[in-house]
């Protein structure tokens, strides 16, 4: 069973004053482990602690030292056996040096040497399972296992919690849920200007008349833009020339950048889709879009798209696997008058097509109550305030043991 944890307010803040947390990630460029690193960073600070990231870098270093992290200069990334190995007796070295008290590993070679390096000094280790991890072989099971090695576990949806426990029985008496958040301060229509809004759609070229579907996703197989291109040819097939896709992320390789560039004039819908890379206004991003899609192909851990669409109150469709059927409300299970957004079954191009469709026609009435319904339920369920706090309470408990 997974563990409930007590509010903040349930423990004293002095159990964490002073004390020292380095998380390590292999970078700090995008993403959801990252965005969690810089946030916890700031809970870290706020209660007196001192947060220091061991990580190659990235363009988010700037945000995590505004919010009182410690960036230390760290090869993470690296996955070569011999240089993982050299990088667990550094990061013993910097554990001692610094006084480190708990190290928190958010990928599986850092986490590798995170566990070597903790195992040298006495620190604790907390593991986040960020990602759905195959196990397709016992040499990649073995290789993903060390994410159920830690002294904490937390897995970031119940969906994750699962697959922890059925793959790795061993650490489920260690598994913590502790589902991503939202920071509702920044993402919030009342927090965006019309101004920031105009200039991104100035920015990608649209006119005012074009409606804009938004898949905001680091450009790779599993996030579904192939789907997507196939969803779109149908609509255009149909009619539907106002609308513009927006494909909003970092390649995954220049390769794959080039499959979809390919893929999109094969269909015969260059006119419809754009890849436009990086977007560093992503609240502004939501608000300038009709609909979000995160049409995933695989089953994902968590959805932090979905949260940040529905805090914006942005219609989004997701697929029906992984954790997103615990974020997103959606009929069948939920009634359309309680719906936060659509779920259709992942590489579903017709289906994709139709909740697209479906999302575009709703009535200025229908949109609002969906807007109002989508926040609250983030409000309620996954604010960063509850994440942080929950993470808070891991920490403090190991440094009571």
Not at 62 to 79: H, I, N, R
Not at 231 to 238: F, H, N, P
Not at 391 to 398: A, G, I, Q
């Amino acid at each position: 069973m997974s563990q409930t944890l007590a509010p903040l307010a349930a423990a004293p803040d002095h159990l964490l004053a002073g004390r020292t947390v380095l998380q390590i990630v292999p970078d700090l460029q995008s993403g959801g482990a990252e965005r969690a690193t810089v946030e916890m960073a700031e809970a870290l600070a706020q209660v007196g602690a001192r947060c220091l990231v061991a990580s190659r870098g990235g363009r988010m270093v700037s945000e995590l030292q505004s919010k009182g992290g410690v960036w230390t200069p760290f090869p993470a990334a690296t996955k070569n056996p011999v240089a993982m190995a050299l990088n667990s007796l550094r990061l013993a070295r910097i554990i001692r040096e610094e006084g480190v008290d708990i190290v928190h590993a958010r990928s599986r070679a850092p986490a590798w040497v995170a566990y070597y390096a903790t195992r040298r000094t006495g620190a604790k280790l907390v593991t986040t399972y960020h990602s759905a991890y195959d196990g397709a072989s016992p040499i990649k099971l073995r290789y993903n296992a060390i994410m159920a090695s830690g002294d904490v576990v937390i897995a970031i949806s119940e969906f994750a919690a699962q697959r922890i426990r059925r793959l790795h029985p061993e650490a489920a008496d260690r598994v913590v849920v502790i589902p991503r958040g939202a920071d509702l301060r920044f993402f919030s229509p009342l927090a965006v200007s019309p101004a920031r809004v105009e200039r991104l759609r100035v920015e990608w070229g649209l006119a005012a008349h074009e409606r804009v579907v938004l898949l905001p996703a680091r450009l790779a197989a599993r996030k579904g833009h192939a789907v997507t291109i196939e969803a779109v040819k149908r609509l255009a097939e149909e009619g539907a020339d106002d609308i513009r896709v927006l494909f909003v992320g970092d390649p995954h390789s220049d390769s794959f950048r080039r499959a979809l560039e390919a893929q999109i004039a094969r269909a015969g819908v260059g006119d419809l889709v754009r890849i436009v890379g990086h977007c560093e206004d992503m609240p502004a991003a939501y608000l300038a879009a009709a609909v979000i899609i995160a049409p995933s192909t695989e089953p994902e851990a968590f959805g932090r798209v979905a949260i940040e669409a529905q805090a914006m109150g942005a219609p989004v469709i997701v697929s029906d696997i992984g954790a997103s059927p615990e974020i997103v409300l959606a009929p069948p299970q939920t009634p359309p008058q309680q719906a936060t957004g659509w779920r259709v079954p992942p590489g579903d191009a017709g289906r994709l097509a139709a909740a697209i469709r479906e999302a575009l026609t709703m009535t200025a009435s229908m949109r609002d109550e969906m807007m109002l319904r989508a926040r609250d339920n983030v409000q309620s369920r996954f604010s960063i305030e509850h994440m942080q706090h929950a993470t808070l309470e891991v920490y403090r408990r190991l440094l009571q043991r």
